[in-house]
């Protein structure tokens, strides 16, 4: 007999201490990825799965076993009241999805991009409860031993002052994959590569580097029939003075993901593709440093954990055992949307773009594009008054 099922204020403000019932929404590609990360997870159990698609959602349920499948989210959440959502959905959606769940008392477990505008994430920020539950946004670039270990050594000035940087998301994306239909179009995708692709690079750089002040960008539609960008470049100024350079493509048959951080004591450069290790991190001691102790305590992180989905899941469930706010949500989740949305801003008008400056008066609150999608893929002038 199941015990009964607490209220979501009961769940908010007592510690979990059952087995975490999780639900997915959305049974495409990515919902794979988050199964097995809850599979390894002794104390997560999947309990049902939803998707509009009956089809779609048959051939997963045949796949993996286990889940209850549900074709109506509503009837879900009633039936099933599940502590964890995974939002495994397309992004025009996702305010939608977390906003229901949220306010059923579960705690969410987002893709990226969170959503479509900085608008529509103050809308799922507000259906959080004051003590929970909470969304967190997946950005698991930031997650693994590699990317902890360079934040704790930039953190403690190890590598000296951060000063020039650059980050490059340069994929491949051929037209097959833009037959998917939400794919390449801005009311459902939300943009292009800035903001479909290069968000995991943009945000791992954040994450090391901290506030950024300032951007200044060009975007275009250089090859793909899409609606939106397939390339874009920027430069962004952060608090402590550092400056970057920002490559994203889907026009790239050399594909790479790279970022790269040049500081007063050392280069940090990080090269993968889809997730990285220990081995793609690389430390060069700038020429005045001969520390060979110091040296080797940079490039040896005491453990090897891969970036995923899975470590970032273990992130989040820490956070729900003790009832605190996860990571990748709240504020820490709203600066990689706001940056994407400046970076669009600057191009759209041909000018700096400051941090803070977007607010809901401001046409790119609303919609990332402000409303002139053609500024941003070449179709029409940039605004440069």
Request: net charge negative; with cysteine; aromatic share 6%.
């Amino acid at each position: 007999m199941r015990r009964p099922r607490r209220t979501r204020e009961e769940k908010a403000t007592s510690p979990t201490d059952h087995r975490l019932r999780a639900a997915i929404i959305g049974t495409g590609a990515v919902a794979t990825h988050h199964l097995t990360a809850m599979s390894e997870h002794d104390d997560v159990e999947p309990v049902a799965a939803v998707d509009l698609a009956p089809e779609r959602l048959n051939a997963f349920l045949a796949n993996h076993a286990g889940p209850r499948g549900y074709t109506d989210i509503d009837e879900m959440l009633a039936t099933e009241k599940p502590d964890l959502v995974s939002v495994c959905t397309p992004p025009a959606s996702h305010v939608d999805h977390v906003t229901r769940s949220l306010r059923a008392g579960a705690w969410v477990w987002c893709e990226k991009p969170p959503c479509l505008s900085l608008a529509g994430y103050e809308e799922m920020i507000a259906a959080q409860g004051e003590h929970g539950p909470y969304v967190s946004f997946v950005f698991q670039q930031r997650f693994g031993s590699g990317a902890r270990h360079a934040r704790e050594l930039l953190e403690a000035h190890e590598l000296g002052t951060p000063l020039v940087a650059h980050c490059q998301t340069t994929w491949y994306r051929d037209s097959e994959y833009f037959a998917v239909p939400w794919r390449g179009k801005w009311e459902t995708e939300g943009g292009g590569p800035t903001m479909g692709h290069g968000i995991h690079q943009l945000d791992l750089l954040l994450h090391l580097l901290g506030p950024w002040t300032e951007v200044r960008a060009m975007t275009g539609r250089l090859w793909h029939e899409v609606a939106t960008e397939d390339v874009s470049t920027a430069l962004v100024r952060f608090d402590s003075g550092a400056m970057a350079t920002v490559v994203n493509s889907v026009l790239s048959p050399d594909e790479v993901s790279r970022i790269r951080l040049d500081c007063s004591e050392a280069t940090v450069e990080l090269t993968h593709l889809y997730g990285h290790s220990n081995a793609d991190w690389h430390y060069t001691p700038a020429p005045h440093v001969t520390d060979t102790a110091r040296i080797e305590r940079w490039r040896s992180p005491a453990r090897d954990e891969p970036s995923s989905h899975g470590a970032m899941l273990r992130q989040l469930v820490a956070a729900m055992r003790e009832g605190r706010r996860p990571p990748c949500g709240g504020q820490d989740g709203r600066g990689i949307l706001e940056l994407v949305t400046a970076l669009y801003k600057s191009a759209a008008t041909g000018r700096a773009v400051y941090s803070g400056e977007i607010g809901p008066d401001d046409p790119f609150h609303a919609v990332v594009h402000g409303g002139a999608p053609e500024k941003l893929t070449g179709d029409g002038e940039a605004d440069r008054s």
